[in-house]
């Protein structure tokens, strides 16, 4: 009992050292509004604590599965979002240790966890492990989707979610928990059944088509379109949806000329045609060398920086002498040319550039 203690004693100091240090006060607080948590938030990146947890058990390598667990039961009553995120961390980095005998102590970090932000990590890559290596454990989804806590619920959907989207897994085992959860309207229930069903059709889409036509007149509308994201359109018209997504018909929409941001600031970059609309300035340099900005990229990085050109300050203020954001013009512009800019009232924000990433960011290979 002491070692379990010094053990999670020591894991607590190590990672408060190393994380508390790196993050950011600012940062915390629009991290904490985002995940509605009661957490405490250090808002430290997902690239420290990755780091952080590499350097933990490099420095313990032999760790057992009590000890794991002594870890990372510490780590979780400490209330900190990084050493929450931690916690996980190690746990997937020794999931090999693990096996039926620790499920019900991971489901009860699920269940206290109380967010996707770690419900969403745990379950595909500790308890899905698991599962993948002793299918003995896969006797307790069922459990677990009749559970009252929907986050242990959601656990047991997303449990196999990496398994079925690689091919494998237990599809129809899959099917008769998602099939009793249809009729739930809670959103992180529909959308997990949403989401394992997209990712199975990317290679099975006759799996995914087969159940949801099965339950059409039951699934919710958001695990619908989820699931059908990938069908090919056949299937998606015989769903009674359009042949072509919403989302196929977004990105479209969005194709299309640079953004007027950085032709306002960099007249000589010029217009790539027909570029996506999660193009970047870095990419679109590297797709068309010809029209690199020759200046340092520090510099570059400067002008993209600002939404609004306080350059043309007579412009920029209105009569009551106040800075005042610039309209959008990018409807109006379909070419560029050589023209002075100047007199331009107006620039559009970049599109699809800036991205929030997932805070646990599972797919990222330690």
Request: proline residues 5%.
């Amino acid at each position: 009992m002491a070692l379990r203690v010094d053990l999670g004693s020591g894991a607590i100091t190590f990672f408060t050292r190393r994380l508390r240090r790196a993050g950011s006060a600012v940062r915390a607080v629009g991290e904490k509004a985002y995940l509605k948590s009661d957490l405490r938030f250090w808002e430290t990146s997902q690239d420290s604590i990755r780091a952080a947890v590499r350097a933990y058990c490099d420095a313990h390598p032999d760790l057992v599965r009590t000890e794991l667990r002594s870890v990372a039961v510490a780590l979780y009553a400490t209330g900190v979002h990084e050493l929450r995120a931690a916690a996980i961390g190690v746990l997937e980095r020794d999931r090999e240790t693990l096996d039926d005998r620790d499920m019900p102590w991971l489901i009860e970090l699920a269940r206290k966890s109380k967010s996707w932000a770690y419900v969403d990590w745990i379950a595909p890559k500790v308890i899905g492990d698991v599962i993948a290596r002793d299918p003995r454990a896969r006797k307790r989804l069922a459990i677990w989707a009749k559970d009252k806590d929907f986050w242990v619920r959601r656990t047991a959907l997303l449990a196999e979610h990496d398994a079925l989207r690689s091919g494998g897994g237990d599809f129809a085992h899959w099917s008769r928990l998602a099939g009793s959860m249809l009729d739930q309207r809670e959103f992180f229930i529909r959308k997990a059944i949403g989401w394992v069903l997209r990712e199975v059709s990317k290679k099975r889409p006759d799996l995914t088509y087969a159940f949801l036509r099965k339950h059409r007149d039951r699934v919710s509308r958001l695990s619908l379109l989820e699931g059908a994201k990938y069908l090919p359109a056949a299937q998606s018209k015989a769903l009674g949806l359009p042949g072509k997504g919403a989302w196929v018909a977004r990105e479209e929409a969005s194709a299309g000329p640079l953004p007027e941001l950085w032709i306002r600031r960099d007249p000589g970059v010029g217009v790539l045609p027909q570029l996506p609309g999660s193009i970047t300035r870095r990419n679109a340099d590297r797709l068309c060398p010809d029209r690199r900005d020759p200046r340092p990229r520090r510099a570059r990085r400067r002008s993209v920086g600002r939404v609004v050109d306080w350059g043309d300050r007579s412009q920029a203020r209105g009569r009551s002498g106040r800075r005042k954001p610039l309209s959008d013009i990018g409807d109006h512009v379909t070419s560029f040319d050589h023209t002075d800019h100047s007199d331009t009232n107006g620039v559009s924000e970049p599109h699809g550039v800036f991205h929030r990433g997932a805070i646990a960011d599972p797919g990222r290979p330690w």
